[in-house]
């Protein structure tokens, strides 16, 4: 298998498709026939490109009197692959980048071959002639090119948060996040798992964190890997697997997952009761809640009944019947960008509003259902402010029956390593730069 063909078929799913970049790669990967240097490369190329693609665009319209805006899909994805590999892979000569292009052109854009021809090579002779913009003259624009993000959403951060912390995001998130295992304790245990990973020649690390986290190195090709199949370990990064942790679930509780899929805390909470209680899974799509499923076979579960059901709409038949909700609320996924780049490209300035108001309806209802007594956690994977802090403390002073419970308190300590994981009004804030994580947020309510 050609990894720039697959590339290329990935990165049009991706770029045209809005297909997401981790399904449209295993897709690829799943037809098989790459050995390990091709598919090093494919990935390179599928997320390389897609992480730096306002970068390139730069890099591409200095040289090409047709803007990239203005060319039609082939022609442009073609060149943006190659200019990927000119501006950001040392390791692969420019005569065979240019010729590779050609025969992608060849194929996918044979009316612009003899163009995109010469726009790479003159970007190879010339690349260092590239006016990328200066930081020190105009920050955003200079934020936008280099990390490439569009200009709306670097001023959206920078309205709360500072020029630093912005950039240190921005660079965080650029870099390819830590694989983390969560160990399956229903079907085995961490030193079995541990054994056969280190058999299999991978770097392991583990956390004090999480008894059953384990962060992983050097894995190459996750799709066959038998502690997967088999239901021994779950990926989930360890932002993620916190939210379970502090919600602390215990066997034989009944407990309401609000938007669950695809299911991460849901089986991990399931792992936590000991497969003992209740657990309702809802979510409002179909083969999202099918993934549920197919998780919970693998993992050996059998207390989560999965439901299609909105998180909008309150169902009278539950209201007070849970000891423990969670609500991981649709975001703007701001905080899994370095898993998900397209996230950049795909979020719209006014879509933030209307997640907003879906988030705070979601939280609204999700509070219906607990117990007098019962917890109630909200979390999200972004780190905007609008749909995290403030909103939480919106819903503190509409509903005097809750009170803040303070994680930090709660954690009983051992966070010391990760720094100012906690807020000042106890609530989890995770960062890419700051704790290697995922950005993440986390707030937990008490109902009286």
């Known amino acids: 298998m050609n990894p720039r063909k697959g590339a290329y078929r990935v990165l049009g799913k991706v770029l045209y498709d809005e297909t997401y970049s981790n399904i449209a790669l295993n897709e690829e990967i799943q037809k098989g026939g790459y050995n390990d240097k091709d598919l090093s490369l494919l990935t390179e190329l599928v997320y390389g490109t897609i992480e730096k693609l306002l970068t390139i665009n730069f890099g591409i319209d200095h040289f090409s009197k047709v803007k990239t805006k203005k ?8 060149l943006q692959i190659g200019a990927y590999q000119i501006l950001f892979l040392d390791r692969i000569p420019d005569f065979a980048i240019a010729n590779e292009a050609g025969k992608l052109a060849g194929v996918y854009a044979k009316r612009s071959k003899g163009f995109i021809n010469g726009v790479l090579r003159n970007m190879i002779r010339r690349k260092g002639e590239i006016p990328w913009p200066k930081k020190e003259k105009d920050f955003t624009e200079y934020l936008s090119v280099a990390y490439s993000y569009p200009t709306w959403l670097v001023e959206e951060l920078l309205t709360y948060y500072s020029k630093d912390f912005t950039e240190d995001f921005m660079k965080a998130s650029s ?7 969560r160990v399956n304790t229903l079907k085995t245990d961490k030193e079995k798992v541990l054994e056969y990973l280190k058999k299999e020649d991978l770097e392991v690390e583990e956390t004090e964190l999480l008894g059953e986290a384990v962060k992983v190195k050097g894995l190459k090709n996750i799709s066959d890997f038998y502690p997967l199949k088999e239901g021994w370990v779950h990926i989930q990064d360890l932002s993620s697997m916190l939210a379970a942790k502090f919600l602390d679930p215990k066997p034989g509780e009944q ?4 938007c669950s899929a695809p299911g991460g805390k849901t089986t991990h909470m399931a792992q936590l009761m000991e497969n003992q209680g209740r657990i309702i899974a809802r979510d409002i799509f179909p083969h999202k809640l099918r993934l549920i499923e197919e998780h919970s076979r693998r993992l050996g579960i059998t207390i989560i009944e999965v439901q299609e059901f909105s998180g909008e709409k309150l169902d009278e038949n539950l209201l007070e019947k849970a000891d423990k909700v969670l609500v991981d609320a649709p975001c703007s996924g701001i905080g899994v960008i370095r898993r998900k780049p397209e996230i950049k490209y795909r979020l719209k300035k006014e879509s933030l509003q209307a997640l907003q108001n879906l988030q705070s309806s979601v939280l609204e209802n999700a509070s219906r259902y607990v117990k007098p ?14 749909e995290n802090h403030q909103l939480t403390e919106k819903f503190l002073k509409t509903h005097g029956d809750f009170i803040s419970v303070d994680l ?8 010391e390593d990760m720094g100012d994981l906690f807020t000042p009004a106890g609530e989890v804030a995770s960062f890419p730069h700051k704790h290697q994580t995922d950005g993440f947020y986390i707030r937990m309510f008490q109902k009286k």
């Open 71 to 78: 060319m039609d899909e082939a022609t442009r994805l073609i």
């Open 373 to 386: 007594g019962g917890f109630l956690m909200y979390s999200t994977c972004t780190i905007h402010p609008l």
């Open 175 to 181: 870099k390819n996040p830590p694989l983390y295992f």
């Open 408 to 415: 930090k308190e709660k954690s009983g300590g051992g966070f």
């Open 255 to 258: 407990i309401m997952d609000l």
